[in-house]
RNA sequence: GGCGCCGUAGCCAAGUGGUAAGGCAGAGGUUUGCAAAACCUCCAUUCAGCAGUUCGAAUCUGCUCGGCGCCUCCA
């Protein structure tokens, strides 16, 4: 059995030693995405959580069951459909398959299920049916809401007070009182329903993951997840739901919540604030990976600021490290490890303290709360002392034993983190391919010029040699020269987009 | 008004009672035809401020200042 893994449970605001209900297995349930407009970055940074802790969980021999939903019916769906004239569920299905696309590129593992508020319905109306019969809901001309005074720990996530909340400006006709919230709203004229007992309508909006939740995982889950802006009211109103419709079993052991993205200003990031950047248009000029190791080298929950600087400081971070992989794959050697100690001396040695404590001391950061950060900052030494072994000249020769211990340590981290999933050249190769075309260059416009400073270089014509150097280098190109041939990199230093 | 989070070097960021990880930037050096990359050395007597608890505090308590989120669109 894993060693003890310790989670931040927003409930009790507490980091908590993790027991499930059921040794061994983890009933994860995350909330995904309302399919109404392409992801942003934001978005990305809860879907890169969610990945970041069924990938680690699983990694570390757990059972994890991974439900993350998509909320295929919903306002501002039916409204943007109605702009555009197109049917809601086309639209859905429309950004489902953009949504998934991203995720893919994302390099998302695939959830155990995905299911949709369309494909839900039966056990959405059966729950608004129990909640009705349990005296947690009552009908208004066609729609039904939740009596939030029937269930006295409401508020119990997000630590508020029904007396203390500001009430709303407006009083929505048939509820109770203003905080009631809708389960089932009724009908309206052009807007998509489904039948029920209460007449056609479509589901409110907390209901539908209480309902996709136990239908995937049952009335209990081990871990719920989300942004933090879902705190309230929608992971409050499940809690609410779900636990008056299960006669009020816990319905979430553990709640997680990943922190905001936001401006340098300090102000979040969201699409009704205008300042979003959209998955693909980042991914068109950064490599996957660049995107996850920004989300990465900061804890989950902590507020992460964007700014223009944020990918190319992190494909900067990545570089480093895939440099010292690239380094690590390339030595070579079958000596036993204490000879090529011996040989190397203890550079070598550093190598193989470091690369040989690298799992359990990574488990022992991603265990306390999933310490991503602290995780980095061990493979970056990793990475140095790797480096420096690599600059011994025997090492090439007769490192490799010691270097496979590194590549191994480095192959933890891909699992378990999702980072350097790539060999050191395919990293370099991407690079290239998304950051030419920002640059307005080609490979075979770089390669010519290359060419001729090798020429150049060749006939000892250093001032020509170091003018086509200057002319790459001020394109974003930086030339290498290697004992034994030339290469290229992007240059990170230079940024041209804002 | 209510609930909550945060303030660590020029910048990003770990560290939650035992004497400040890691990355970027910067300075010097090794290497190089010169560079770049890499490596080495240096770079916070100090953790917003004040007071307190303690043998000992960035870590605990109180207050002050500053920033942010949520209070029915939100990842």
Redesign the pocket.
């Known amino acids: 059995m894993p060693a003890p893994f310790r989670l931040y449970n927003t409930l009790s605001?507490e980091v908590e030693a993790f027991t499930p209900a059921e040794p061994g297995k983890v009933k994860l349930y995350?909330?995904?995405?309302?399919v109404?407009?392409h992801?942003?970055?934001?978005?990305?940074?809860?879907?890169v959580?969610s990945d970041m802790v069924a990938r680690y969980l699983r990694h570390r021999g757990w059972d994890v069951d991974f439900v993350r939903n998509y909320?295929d019916v919903?306002?501002?769906i039916i409204r943007r459909a109605a702009e555009n004239g197109e049917a809601w569920n086309e639209l859905a299905e429309r950004y489902i398959q953009s949504t998934q696309e991203d995720f893919r590129a994302l390099g998302l593992a695939k959830p155990t299920s995905e299911p949709r508020v369309s494909t839900s319905m039966d056990t959405i109306l059966e729950m608004i049916g129990t909640l009705v019969e349990r005296g947690h809901a009552y009908e208004n001309e066609g729609s039904v809401w939740f009596d939030?005074a029937s269930f006295p720990e409401y508020g119990k996530l997000?630590?508020?007070?029904?007396e203390?909340?500001?009430?709303?400006d407006e009083a929505v006709p048939g509820?109770k009182?203003?905080?009631?919230?809708?389960l089932w709203k009724a009908a309206k004229p052009g807007e998509p329903s489904w039948e029920s007992p209460w007449g056609p309508g479509r589901p409110g909006?907390?209901i539908e993951c209480s309902a996709m939740a136990q239908a995937t995982l049952g009335t209990q889950v081990d871990i719920h997840?989300?942004?933090?802006?879902?705190?309230?009211?929608?992971h409050e109103?499940e809690i609410a739901q779900s636990e008056c419709a299960h006669g009020g079993e816990l319905y979430a052991r553990y709640w997680m919540?990943?922190?905001?993205?936001?401006m340098?200003?300090?102000?979040?990031?969201?699409?009704?604030?205008g300042n979003?950047f959209g998955i693909k248009e980042v991914l068109q000029v950064f490599p996957a990976e660049a995107l996850r190791i920004y989300y990465l080298?900061?804890?989950y929950?902590?507020?992460?600021?964007w700014n223009v600087?944020a990918l190319p400081?992190a494909l900067?971070?990545l570089?480093?490290l895939y440099?010292?992989k690239e380094?690590a794959s390339q030595m070579e050697g079958t000596e036993a490890i204490p000879a090529v100690i011996a040989g190397l001396g203890k550079d070598a040695e550093r190598v193989v303290e470091l690369a040989s404590s690298f799992p359990e001391k990574l488990y022992a950061?991603m265990d306390?709360?999933l310490?991503t950060?602290?995780?980095?900052?061990?493979?970056?030494?990793l990475?140095?002392?790797?480096?420096?072994l690599?600059?011994h000249k025997k090492a090439k020769k007769r490192g490799g034993p010691i270097a496979k211990l590194a590549l191994d340590a480095f192959d933890v981290l891909a699992e378990a983190l999702g980072l350097l999933q790539l060999s050191g050249e395919a990293f370099v190769e991407e690079v290239k391919d998304k950051r030419l075309p920002p640059l307005g260059l080609t490979r075979e416009g770089v390669e010519e010029k290359l060419a001729a400073?090798v020429a150049?270089?060749e006939a000892?014509e250093?001032?020509r040699?170091?003018a086509i150097?200057a002319e790459l280098?001020e394109a974003g190109i930086?030339?290498?020269?290697?004992?034994d041939r030339?290469?290229w990199?992007i240059?990170?230093?230079v940024r041209e987009e804002a």
């Open positions: 605001r995350f909330c995904g995405m309302t109404y407009d992801c942003h970055v934001g978005h990305a940074r809860a879907m959580t909320t919903d306002d501002k939030v997000s630590r508020q007070k029904v203390d909340m500001r009430q709303p509820k009182t203003p905080v009631d919230f809708a909006w907390h997840g989300g942004g933090l802006d879902l705190v309230f009211p929608h109103n919540h990943n922190g905001l993205l936001t340098a200003s300090g102000a979040k990031m969201g699409k009704s604030e979003a080298q900061v804890h929950r902590s507020p992460l600021p600087d400081d900067g971070l570089s480093r440099e010292a380094n950061a306390d709360d310490n950060a602290k995780a980095l900052g061990m493979a970056f030494e990475a140095r002392a790797v480096n420096r690599s600059n400073r150049a270089r000892k250093w001032d040699a170091d150097r280098e930086q030339v290498m020269d290697r004992p030339v290469e990199r240059r990170l230093d």
